[in-house]
């Protein structure tokens, strides 16, 4: 896969909301690394394996700002709501080539613009940290805890090394009963490839219906 991911933006067909008429929720919220596949083999006939829990989990993409992402070709073709790249549209547009209004399309990798300062980040591998954790706030309450918390995950962050390209994340599950550190693989030059006009995001009265890009 090469680090140059593009974005793409396209309509949600409309026989998909057929689909999630269908769907109901079921009980439980699971990592990628903690999947009761075993419970879910039982109740539906389908347990999925680690190695398709991880193809799941390496196509999907966190988006710094609070979007997800997703891949949906092995070149690096990536989507995700438009509202999640709207930003990026208003960047590369100009007084003669306002995409925001026009929309933006590209057919080949040429024609490609160039997010600024837009990241995508592949959860690449989870580390379960939580003794670590645990020994440094070992007798400690309070401002003292805060500090020594802030301590151990700087130290930990920093483990992963200096390479520009990967980043690690400290997360606290279960209200601190569990510390995981997340390693991510950093994609900065980042592409728009299509857009629509971004009014047709309010067909409906939605801001932001069934639009995606990547």
């Given at each position: 896969?090469?680090?140059k991911?593009v974005i ?6 409309l026989?998909l909301?057929g ?10 919220m699971?990592t990628?690394n903690n999947?009761p ?10 347990g ?6 991880d193809?799941v ?9 609070g979007c997800?992402?997703?891949?949906i070709?092995p070149h ?6 438009y ?20 929309g933006?399309?590209?057919?080949n ?17 989870i580390?379960?940290?939580?003794s670590?954790?645990q020994?440094?706030?070992?007798g ?9 918390l ?6 930990l962050?920093?483990s ?5 390209q ?7 599950l279960y ?7 997340y390693h991510?693989?950093k994609?900065t030059?980042?592409r728009?490839v ?9 067909f409906?009265?939605d ?8």
């Open positions: 896969m090469k680090d991911l793409f933006s396209a309509f949600v067909m026989s909301l689909f999630a008429a269908l769907a109901h929720a079921d009980e439980g699971w990628f999947f596949s075993a419970t879910v083999a039982k109740k539906y006939g389908f999925p394996s680690q190695q398709w829990l193809h989990r390496l196509a999907s993409l966190r988006i710094a700002g997800s992402a997703s891949f070709s690096g073709l990536v989507m995700t709501n509202h999640c790249v709207v930003d990026c549209v208003k960047a590369l547009s100009t007084a003669q080539e306002n995409f925001v209004q026009t933006f399309i590209t057919h990798a040429a024609d490609e613009r160039k997010c600024p300062d837009f990241e995508l980040d592949q959860l690449t591998k580390s379960d940290v939580t670590e954790v020994d440094a706030l070992a400690k309450t309070g401002e003292a805890s805060v500090l020594a802030r301590a151990e995950a700087a130290k962050e920093q992963c090394g200096s390479d520009p990967i980043r690690c994340d400290l997360v606290s209200h601190g009963g569990i510390y995981d550190l991510y693989k994609y030059d980042v728009l299509f857009a629509p006009q971004y009014e047709i995001g309010f409906g009265g801001p932001d219906p069934v639009l995606i890009s990547t």
